[in-house]
């Protein structure tokens, strides 16, 4: 396979900003070495969703008929590219076996060819008005904020692709209550409280236990009984891993509309880490790289300044240090985290290399951690 292949992906969502597929580019030379990537992600595809799997860098060609599709894949395909008559020969046998697609850079007037149905349209909603008739479900593009996402469901679209809701500014300086007993009981688990005393912060709220222990008994998480109490908790997992799962908690504490969709990402990021991280670091640092990534979006979750979330909190250094921008040991797994949140490859591709790893490692990890987070419950 070539190693200069990576993919980078963003969140579909609806009216109502859940997630309802994940758009995957795949930033490969040669459409035949974008298969080849492709084939090699295997059982760590993510299943949950639908996966639309568009190409960056090279045009669509025959090479697509040796795509072994997973269930749940659609291949987008631009609709200028469609004009190219390799192009739409390659799209037009996929379609007849039964691979769905999905139409992006559309724009009106573009003329199509005829016999083909797509379940998805992509336009710039910043210059595409909406009362264009469209072959499909119209996703807007292009948006930078949530105010502009509200403003283009507004007038027609049915959904967005993209990370707008990352641009929501910090709403206040303090964390709400309910966010602060989360932290209260985290910093009680890292000072090695008293079982019991963390079970009495826990009761203070029905709800955090119970979430807790959801979380605990997620398939994602492996365990071979049923936890069924705080107490059994401590017993199965130790203090370090209820570090982990308590910090899931504050991760899904937002109550906000964009909430979902920013859980999935960071709970991807921290899963990321943790995996790609782990020949890096020793096991008992890899919760900490899971925590990171999974923090990593806390200032937008819970609407206050990152600096204010962390003077509340006991973490380790490295952590703190990641979150704030600063160099450290876990900064570069971060950035790389993020990159793969990027439009373009070329911060991947950079942070990939200075970490010493290979394009397809990075891509198995990527949707291996994307899966992962469909397993959680938001």
Same mark, same amino acid.
């Given at each position: 396979?070539?190693?200069?292949?990576?993919?980078?992906?963003?969140?579909?969502?609806?009216?109502?900003?859940?997630?309802?597929?994940?758009?995957?580019?795949?930033?490969?030379?040669?459409?035949?070495?974008?298969?080849?990537?492709?084939?090699?992600?295997?059982?760590?595809?993510?299943?949950?969703?639908?996966?639309?799997?568009?190409?960056?860098?090279?045009?669509?060609?025959?090479?697509?008929?040796?795509?072994?599709?997973?269930?749940?894949?659609?291949?987008? &395909?631009? $609709?200028?590219?469609?004009?190219? %008559? =390799? +192009?739409?020969?390659?799209?037009?046998? /996929?379609?007849?076996? *039964? #691979?769905?697609?999905?139409?992006?850079?559309?724009?009106?007037?573009?003329?199509?060819?005829?016999?083909?149905?797509?379940?998805? &349209?992509? $336009?710039?909603?910043?210059?595409? %008005? =909406? +009362?264009?008739?469209?072959?499909?479900? /119209?996703?807007?593009? *292009? #948006?930078?904020?949530?105010?502009?996402?509200?403003?283009?469901?507004?007038?027609?679209?049915?959904?967005?692709?993209?990370?707008?809701?990352?641009?929501?500014?910090?709403?206040?300086?303090?964390?709400?209550?309910?966010?602060?007993?989360?932290?209260?009981?985290?910093?009680?688990?890292?000072?090695?409280?008293?079982?019991?005393?963390?079970?009495?912060?826990?009761?203070?709220?029905?709800?955090?236990?119970?979430?807790?222990?959801?979380?605990?008994?997620?398939?994602?998480?492996?365990?071979?009984?049923?936890?069924?109490?705080?107490?059994?908790?401590?017993?199965?997992?130790?203090?370090?891993?209820?570090?982990?799962?308590?910090?899931?908690?504050?991760?899904?504490?937002?109550?906000?509309?964009?909430?979902?969709?920013?859980?999935?990402?960071?709970?991807?990021?921290?899963?990321?880490?943790?995996?790609?991280?782990?020949?890096?670091?020793?096991?008992?640092?890899?919760?900490?790289?899971?925590?990171?990534?999974?923090?990593?979006?806390?200032?937008?979750?819970?609407?206050?300044?990152?600096?204010?979330?962390?003077?509340?909190?006991?973490?380790?250094?490295?952590?703190?240090?990641?979150?704030?921008?600063?160099?450290?040991?876990?900064?570069?797994?971060?950035?790389?985290?993020?990159?793969?949140?990027?439009?373009?490859?070329?911060?991947?591709?950079?942070?990939?290399?200075?970490?010493?790893?290979?394009?397809?490692?990075?891509?198995?990890?990527?949707?291996?951690?994307?899966?992962?987070?469909?397993?959680?419950?938001?």
């Amino acid at each position: 396979m070539d190693q200069h292949v990576f993919f980078t992906r963003e969140p579909v969502v609806n009216k109502q900003r859940a997630i309802t597929a994940t758009r995957l580019r795949v930033h490969a030379p040669t459409c035949a070495a974008a298969v080849a990537a492709l084939d090699c992600i295997g059982e760590d595809w993510p299943p949950a969703r639908p996966v639309f799997v568009g190409l960056a860098g090279c045009t669509p060609d025959a090479s697509l008929a040796d795509w072994i599709a997973p269930e749940g894949a659609m291949l987008e &395909v631009g $609709a200028q590219s469609m004009a190219e %008559p =390799v +192009t739409a020969n390659a799209v037009t046998q /996929l379609a007849q076996s *039964g #691979l769905p697609l999905v139409l992006s850079d559309y724009k009106a007037g573009i003329e199509l060819p005829g016999g083909l149905s797509f379940r998805f &349209v992509m $336009a710039d909603a910043r210059v595409q %008005p =909406v +009362t264009i008739k469209v072959p499909g479900i /119209l996703l807007a593009t *292009g #948006l930078t904020d949530p105010t502009g996402f509200d403003a283009a469901v507004k007038d027609g679209y049915g959904g967005a692709t993209g990370w707008f809701f990352k641009n929501a500014l910090a709403s206040g300086k303090k964390l709400a209550p309910a966010h602060a007993q989360i932290v209260r009981v985290l910093n009680l688990v890292r000072r090695n409280a008293d079982p019991k005393q963390i079970e009495d912060a826990l009761k203070q709220d029905v709800a955090l236990s119970f979430k807790l222990l959801r979380y605990i008994n997620s398939a994602g998480f492996g365990l071979m009984c049923q936890v069924q109490s705080f107490r059994h908790a401590v017993v199965i997992l130790g203090y370090e891993k209820l570090n982990k799962w308590l910090s899931l908690l504050l991760v899904t504490a937002s109550k906000d509309p964009s909430a979902p969709a920013l859980m999935q990402a960071a709970i991807a990021r921290g899963r990321l880490m943790e995996v790609l991280g782990a020949e890096f670091f020793p096991r008992e640092e890899h919760d900490n790289l899971f925590i990171t990534g999974a923090f990593s979006l806390l200032d937008r979750l819970l609407g206050v300044p990152m600096e204010s979330v962390l003077e509340e909190m006991t973490l380790p250094d490295r952590i703190g240090d990641a979150l704030l921008g600063q160099d450290g040991a876990y900064t570069p797994f971060l950035e790389l985290a993020r990159a793969c949140e990027s439009d373009s490859a070329e911060a991947l591709a950079a942070q990939t290399h200075a970490l010493g790893l290979g394009s397809e490692a990075v891509n198995r990890a990527q949707l291996a951690a994307l899966k992962f987070a469909d397993t959680l419950e938001f």
